[in-house]
């Protein structure tokens, strides 16, 4: 069984938006990293963002002023918030974790993963 559970993915239009989230009841954020990566068949899995168990963000160019990652501790909850959506966001999005004092770079040395959820912009 998935530590982590994704959820939120579906279809929209060119411009809308999503907010994925992942839920990561066994763990405690303030002392893990999450992180949301996608990934296209036949293309490598990339890392979108991260956030350090310190609430320090990360983000790949290409999403930068458009998605927002952001945790709810309390609820063990991950969140990408994802506007302005384009069609080459279109991917499967998983989440993962790593525990804080070992996370150096987002994507690097994750320990657990969700099953992810997929994203269709499309018109």
């Known amino acids: 069984q998935s530590q982590l559970v994704e959820s939120g993915g579906g279809l929209v239009q060119p411009g809308g938006s999503l907010r994925l989230s992942c839920a990561a009841p066994?763990?405690?954020?303030?002392?893990?990293?999450i992180g949301w990566f996608r990934q296209v068949p036949g293309k490598e899995r990339e890392a979108v963002s991260c956030i350090s168990a310190t609430g320090a963000t990360t983000y790949i160019d290409s999403v930068k002023d458009r998605f927002a990652i952001s945790r709810d501790n309390a609820k063990r909850t991950v969140y990408l918030q994802m506007n302005s959506l384009k069609p080459e966001d279109t991917a499967k999005y998983y989440c993962?974790?790593?525990?804080?004092?070992?996370?150096?770079?987002?994507?690097?040395?994750?320990?657990?993963w969700g099953k992810g959820t997929l994203v269709t912009v499309s018109s």
């Open positions: 066994e763990f405690n954020l303030d002392y893990t990293a």
């Open positions: 993962a974790s790593i525990s804080g004092h070992r996370f150096r770079r987002c994507g690097d040395g994750m320990d657990y």
